[in-house]
């Protein structure tokens, strides 16, 4: 692969990542998209995500933007040999990351306790389902059981309706962020404190938790479980999605009484605008149904292109409930460059999220997609940690790393 040079404000940090799945890979990815060097130990069989989501001549596209800006080793750092490679590696790096199941990375010999030993300055951060502490911190831990044990899926839907779970992890991308946070903290704490690393404990569920409102304290104070609404509030009125004439969808929201009033002569309700109780939030949500019905029957007589030109004129709180098809075509999106195409080593040009952090002097790009080889930088980055090459190849004859061979243009996954 034709080297790309790093560029961001994180540029010159090294990155260790021994994640799988989502949750680590994706802080992995966070970093790298603002500069970090990381390099990725994958088992030698392969990351599962090589195998997740759909497939593009045998390739895993999700695995294309999830490993995206990485050099990519192959590995099995449950064994001596393995975990000394992990022990060397972190001798020079900043940070290390690991999403196994608590005390794996220990039993291993490849724990805090041992590596701050070998580099004082190491910050090492785990995920997990439910965090390093408390009794059920040796269960696994998807997204989806974090999604559920949060009370996210509780609140999500329709009354009516059994609890939802979205369609794609949503915990661990909210962990990662989380924890891209607290990576980066404590990379700065450094400085202040003696050089000095520090140990990061997240769970999946916590962070998601944190972001459902007053929930917590609605129960502690008020003894109340909130319960799922669709897209009801109790605070909020207008609030939901409508459908379009031309069955596309727009969503309207009326947090704000100054801005949530000016739906009512938007919509041609001059009644409801001199309406004194529709003039606050408490009497807007006492006749949900009435102020909410008005909005729909409106939206539903036009096409999207004239509600929205419509609101705009009011300065309503609204927006279109876009498909991906028409953030391709959205002028914002594009402005903006919230999409970007990469050229792929093994799939061509390939359209993907950008990097979200704008910085003005050291802006972070997508250098490349993930490696399609599994191994692909084993042998180039074993050898600049002074393996020789019998030794490396004594490991792959063993099965203890891998990496393509010299005709290889793809292994199989």
């Known amino acids: 692969m034709e ?12 990155v260790i990542e021994l994640g799988m799945i989502f949750a680590g890979p994706l802080v992995a990815a966070n970093l790298a998209d603002m500069g970090a060097e990381v390099i990725k130990i994958e088992p030698p069989r392969g990351d599962e995500v090589r195998n997740s989501g759909e497939l593009k001549d045998g390739m895993s596209v ?38 196994f199941r608590p005390g794996r990375v220990d039993e291993w010999g490849i724990g805090y306790e041992t590596l701050s030993k070998i580099n004082p300055g190491i910050v090492m951060l785990h995920i997990s389902g439910y965090g390093q502490s408390g009794p059920y911190r040796h269960r696994p831990g998807l997204g989806t059981l974090a999604e559920a044990f949060s009370g996210y899926a509780f609140l999500t839907g329709e009354p009516e309706r059994p609890p939802m779970l979205p369609l794609f992890p949503l ?16 990379v700065a704490a450094r400085g ?34 909130t319960e799922r609404q669709g897209n009801r509030t109790n605070w909020s009125v ?30 041609d309700r001059h009644d409801m605008a001199e309406d004194a ?6 009497g807007r949500v006492k006749r949900f149904e009435e102020v909410n019905g008005a909005v729909a029957e409106w939206i539903s007589a036009h096409d999207l292109d004239v509600v929205l030109a419509r609101f705009e004129e009011h300065q309503v709180l609204a927006a279109p409930v876009q498909d991906v098809a028409q953030m391709f075509e959205n ?3 594009r402005a903006r460059g919230t999409l970007t195409t990469i050229e792929d080593e093994d799939l061509g040009p390939m359209v993907v999220q950008n990097v979200v952090p704008r910085f003005r002097n050291q802006p972070g790009r997508i250098n490349w997609l993930a490696r399609g080889q599994i191994g692909a930088d084993t042998r180039e980055v074993m050898a600049e940690l002074g393996y020789a090459g019998a030794e490396i190849d004594a490991l792959l004859a063993r099965g203890l790393i891998a990496a393509p061979g010299p005709q290889d243009v793809r292994e199989a996954v």
Do not use: C, H
């Open 331 to 333: 002028p914002q999106v």
């Open 62 to 99: 999700w695995w294309k933007i999830t490993q995206r800006n990485k050099r990519i080793i192959a590995a099995d750092i449950k064994t001596p040999e393995g975990a000394d490679l992990v022990r060397r590696l972190a001798k020079e790096a900043d940070v290390i990351l690991e999403n």
């Open 192 to 225: 202040w404190n003696g050089g000095i690393g520090d140990e990061i404990d997240i769970s999946l569920y916590e962070p998601l938790m944190s972001m459902l409102g007053p929930m917590v304290t609605y129960y502690d104070q008020l003894g109340t479980v």
């Open 171 to 186: 915990a661990d991308p909210i962990a990662a962020q989380t924890a891209t946070s607290a990576v980066l903290a404590a």
């Open 3 to 14: 080297k790309t040079e790093r560029r961001g404000p994180l540029t010159g940090l090294k």
């Open 238 to 267: 207008p609030r939901g999605a409508f459908q379009t004439r031309d069955g596309k969808w727009v969503a309207v929201a009326g947090a704000a009484n100054a801005v949530a009033i000016r739906i009512f002569p938007a919509i």
């Open 277 to 282: 109780e529709l003039r606050t939030s408490r």
